[in-house]
């Protein structure tokens, strides 16, 4: 008989065309990741809410693309200390009450920065909100590695769905109030409606257990057989290709309305919208991504999605219109939609929470430093140029996939 640890492997790791066998869902783990797919929706909600209003926010405090891409800076540098810190936390409280602590801060952190009249103030405000959504998205991804281990099948990209879903409503209700409701109205009304979700979702989550294996027995097998001493190295390696993917969530988020609206001359309704159609995207190749998983494995998953947001992104920088620049993001988001969820759960099973964490500062340090760079490169170029640097990293992202497919990913060549 296999053991058990070898099946998980299979099923998280490895290429699982063969595997349609599952387990029944206890309750108590039903309502464990129902709260915790709550927590992912509303932290994806709650980013959109921030971002689609940045034009405004820009516009208010008189900032320079470069000065924004450095207040934007305040994201980067809060999220990242943070998230060098929580795998601690999470092993010393646990991960799912960090998951609440910071799901009742994020919504707080978000209200902030519409009261900023200048570039300097916004910076300092942003290191709140970015301390709070680094320390969220860690924990809660490394809940959910755990939930992957228990549930036996590979359903992390399920909750990153969730996060897609929550930002496109997010986008869409932003685009929705824009020309209705002030910056500091919209974010105040996003800080209650996520302090009663949050408050709400807390309690199932933090109720029952979920069985884990010990820390002994992961680090002892993975779908490539004994990692020895070099887990941590193949963690950094995942860690950069979420970089690298990441770096393209980060950048569309932050600049893709005002790509629309300066360089092709949209209104602020369509240029909301297209964060829309890119979160839309990733929404539906997520909620497919466990199929996925399971047909072609995270290799082929990693390499394929990679290359199609190559693709997708060439043609959202540089297309002449505005429908073509649209096609641009879908396809872009289609390529990134499970790349970066992989390379986290790949992390958490070779290397525990500390993996989670590693792979998770990388990943969400590209999604966060994503935007200021696209910054200064607009302001040396264009922004058309700029985000062309999306393309070359989602490019890199499916060469260095495909480069370890078997040591970090489980794979034959």
Avoid at 150 to 177: E, K
Avoid at 193 to 220: F, K, M, N, S
Avoid at 354 to 361: E, L
Wanted: aromatic share 6%.
């Amino acid at each position: 008989m296999p053991s058990l640890n070898k099946i998980r492997s299979a099923l998280a790791g490895g290429r699982g065309a063969g595997v349609r066998a599952h387990a029944p869902l206890a309750p108590g783990l039903r309502r464990i990741r129902t709260a915790l797919t709550v927590f992912f929706a509303l932290d994806g909600f709650l980013f959109a809410g921030w971002v689609v209003r940045i034009p405004a926010v820009k516009e208010q405090t008189g900032a320079s693309a470069s000065a924004l891409g450095l207040a934007l800076l305040g994201v980067s540098a809060g999220a990242v200390a943070t998230m060098l810190l929580i795998g601690q936390l999470c092993r010393r409280i646990g991960s799912r009450r960090v998951t609440v602590l910071a799901g009742l801060l994020l919504p707080l952190g978000v209200a902030l920065p519409p009261l900023t009249h200048s570039a300097l103030a916004l910076g300092l405000v942003l290191l709140v909100f970015g301390a709070a959504y680094g320390g969220l998205n860690v924990a809660m991804n490394a809940v959910a590695v755990d939930l992957v281990a228990a549930l036996r099948r590979p359903v992390m990209p399920s909750f990153h769905a969730a996060f897609s879903l929550g930002g496109m409503l997010g986008a869409g209700l932003g685009g929705l109030v824009a020309g209705s409701l002030s910056p500091t109205r919209h974010l105040l009304l996003l800080t209650a409606v996520g302090l009663v979700v949050a408050a709400a979702a807390a309690r199932p989550l933090l109720r029952g257990a979920i069985p884990a294996p010990g820390p002994a027995a992961e680090a002892e097998e993975s779908p490539s057989g004994p990692v020895g001493g070099r887990p941590y190295a193949l963690v950094a390696v995942l860690g950069l290709i979420a970089l690298c993917t990441a770096y393209g969530e980060g950048a569309l988020a932050d600049w893709s309305a005002l790509h629309l609206t300066d360089d092709l001359g949209a209104g602020a309704g369509v240029a909301a919208a297209g964060y829309s159609v890119f979160a839309l995207a990733m929404t539906a190749g997520r909620l497919a991504g466990t199929t996925l998983l399971e047909r072609l494995g995270p290799a082929r998953t990693l390499v394929g999605g990679g290359a199609a947001a190559a693709v997708g992104m060439v043609a959202g920088a540089l297309a002449p219109s505005v429908p073509l620049v649209l096609a641009g993001f879908v396809l872009t988001g289609f390529g990134l939609a499970n790349v970066f969820p992989v390379a986290i759960a790949r992390a958490g099973a070779l290397a525990g929470p500390s993996g989670v964490a590693g792979a998770s500062t990388l990943g969400y340090g590209g999604m966060l430093l994503g935007p200021v760079a696209i910054g200064f490169l607009a302001d040396w170029f264009s922004l058309t140029s700029a985000l062309t640097s999306v393309a070359l990293l989602a490019a890199v992202a499916a060469l260095v996939a495909a480069a370890v497919r078997r040591s970090a990913l489980g794979e034959a060549p």
